[in-house]
């Protein structure tokens, strides 16, 4: 494993592993992005993916909003994609400028050839994505110390929704056919990502990431008993195998994320999957979530509505104001957030002013 600076800040991992702190920890979901007027100037005329595939590219738009907002944000992120998991296992990914990541060949059925080349297939998860690892190696030397980086992937359920759907979807007619007339080959499927999850999650641990975060984004298109069959077991997979894989490299374990988007009826299941973070989103009450949780020694991360970054300052004070109260005040059990990544044409100085006033209503 390379060497690094010592941590400067390591507010975010003291919350995580479930110590008291001097107030709760921020960052936000899609931080390094569009939103940002650099980003665009650093992306240029590469497409996404090549900055995806670039170190020194993903490097830099991983770095810009550690130092845009100096001092206010306690985690920088990997620029990345949760799609360079399909990539990997030999599916082609496009991203088309204004309609989001399209797949030209999606799985169609498991007799349509590509499935059964995608399960026969081994692969090589530290060639594949080597690009993932360097960007992060060359983010922690640049970072300093200054604060924790985190890896991700995403979800086992959603990135099979991606693969059967070819791209974003609002019916999710694919996805559906799929675990409602071969549940068996999408179980199958979703087992063989989980495995390709954990290793690429050990990779990014060993290549420096301090923190991971598996990303559910469409864990809300499965009702609660399909949750319990093709999203909660692959979660678990991970969870579970994650630190066995880390103690096989000899690495420290690390605080494991769980995001699932709109799954507010699986938090107490999530709460029991050995993740040391759940992340909220912003259908869910904080208050009743602490309910939920109980004396458990889990940490909640979100979970304001993006939305009210379109908002006035007003606005923003009181969406924080009850944020903290709802987490009983932020010096234990939160990592601040939204409830999902920052949203298009918000204004950064929006943001800014969103960290402060995390700061000056949650410090110490």
């Known amino acids: 494993m390379p060497e690094f600076m010592p941590l400067l800040n390591d507010l975010i991992l003291r919350t995580a592993w479930g110590e008291t702190v001097e107030r ?20 240029g ?26 001092g206010l944000i306690d985690a920088a992120i990997i620029f990345s994609d949760i799609l360079v998991i399909p990539q990997a296992m030999g599916m082609t990914v496009e991203m088309v400028d204004k309609k989001g990541p399209h797949f030209p060949k999606p799985l169609k059925s498991p007799t349509d050839g590509q499935y059964e080349q995608i399960m026969q297939k081994r692969v090589n998860v530290a060639k594949e994505l080597d690009y993932v690892y360097k960007a992060i190696t060359m983010t922690r030397h640049k970072l300093r110390g ?50 390709v999850c954990v290793e690429y999650l050990a990779l990014q641990v060993q290549a420096g990431a301090q923190l991971v975060q598996v990303f559910d984004s469409w864990a809300a298109e499965l009702s609660p008993s399909s949750f319990k069959t093709f999203a909660q077991p692959y979660l678990a997979y991970i969870s579970e195998n994650l630190p066995k894989r880390l103690q096989q490299l000899n690495l420290d374990i690390v605080p494991m994320i769980v995001f699932a988007k709109g799954a507010w009826y699986a938090l107490d299941s999530l709460c029991e999957l050995g993740y040391h973070v759940v992340g909220l989103d912003w259908l869910q009450d904080p208050s009743h979530a602490l309910k939920i949780r109980g004396d458990r020694p889990i940490v909640f991360q979100g979970n304001a509505d993006p939305g009210v970054l379109y908002g006035s300052r007003q606005a923003i004070t009181c969406m924080v104001e009850e944020m903290v109260k709802g987490f009983g005040g932020g010096k234990q059990g939160w990592i601040a957030n939204l409830g999902h990544g920052v949203t298009p044409f918000v204004d950064p100085e929006d943001l800014r002013f969103y960290f402060t006033e995390i700061h000056r209503l949650a410090g110490s």
Do not use: N
């Open 24 to 43: 709760p920890p921020c960052w936000v979901m899609r931080q390094a992005g569009r939103y940002l007027p650099e980003y665009h100037q650093a992306k």
């Open 45 to 70: 005329t590469h497409d996404f993916f090549e900055c995806c595939r670039s170190p020194e590219i993903a490097s830099t738009l991983t770095l810009q909003p550690i130092e845009r907002y100096d």
């Open 146 to 195: 200054k604060v924790p980086l985190i890896g991700f992937c995403g979800a086992p359920w959603t990135l099979l929704c991606y693969m059967v759907e070819g791209g974003g979807s609002k019916l999710f007619v694919e996805t559906k056919k799929w675990i409602y007339r071969f549940p068996q080959a999408a179980k199958d499927l979703l087992q063989k990502v989980s495995e």
